[in-house]
């Protein structure tokens, strides 16, 4: 995807190639960067980078994270965050998702962290990664790309909400459960219907 973005003192604007599909990719070359530096910016849409070669350093709403080669980062929307190479060669393969891709089809209201380190310790995380690795190597003029893309970006939402840090006991309820019987069942009805013209709306009818 071809993607446009103006800055306006710290907030970067994106301009998604397809707005009914508010998602962008971009291969991060920290070697191309001024200084092998992304400077602090924010934006609205969340954002999940995967270091594919080195490794690199965010600082995202203060904190600091090291994401090392084959390990990613989660980040919030409206999250202030930079980040800088720690090693030549350091490359990122970045997703960049408005939050209204997944607000049409259920509600989000789960509290997020301001960033989470994906790691492969857990089998969740390492099937994030995996995930994420695949999205790389999948060529964008496959038919039906987009909703491959939705299919894997619903599987990563569902597993990052496994691992955030959990809620206190007096804030569970009900509305988890629904809200992962909705992804499952979402999940499954694209699997089913993958050689099939299906829109977002049958999408979210299926939850």
């Not at 099937?127 to 695949?134: K, Q, S």
């Amino acid at each position: 995807m071809e993607n446009t973005a103006s800055t306006m003192a710290s907030m970067e604007k994106l301009e998604h190639s397809n707005q009914a599909f508010p998602v962008s990719e971009f291969i991060d070359e920290y070697d191309a960067s001024a200084g092998g530096i992304y400077p602090s910016h924010w934006h609205q849409e969340m954002e999940i980078q995967i270091i594919l070669s080195g490794n690199a350093q965010y600082n995202v709403n203060g904190e600091n994270y090291t994401v090392k080669e084959g390990t990613a980062l989660y980040i919030a929307p409206n999250a202030i965050h930079q980040s800088f190479a720690l090693e030549p060669g350091t490359i990122g393969y970045n997703l960049v998702i408005l939050p209204i891709l997944f607000t049409r089809i259920l509600p989000l209201t789960m509290k997020q962290p301001s960033a989470f380190l994906i790691t492969p310790d857990t089998k969740t995380g390492f099937g994030i990664l995996e995930t994420l690795r695949r999205m790389y190597y999948t060529e964008s003029s496959n038919n039906a790309y987009e909703l491959f893309l939705l299919q894997n970006l619903l599987s990563i939402w569902r597993s990052l909400l496994l691992l955030f840090p959990k809620p206190t006991e007096n804030s569970i309820d009900s509305s988890r459960l629904l809200r992962e019987s909705r992804m499952r069942n979402m999940l499954e009805y694209i699997h089913d219907n993958y050689s099939q013209p299906i829109t977002v709306s049958q999408i979210a009818a299926s939850a």
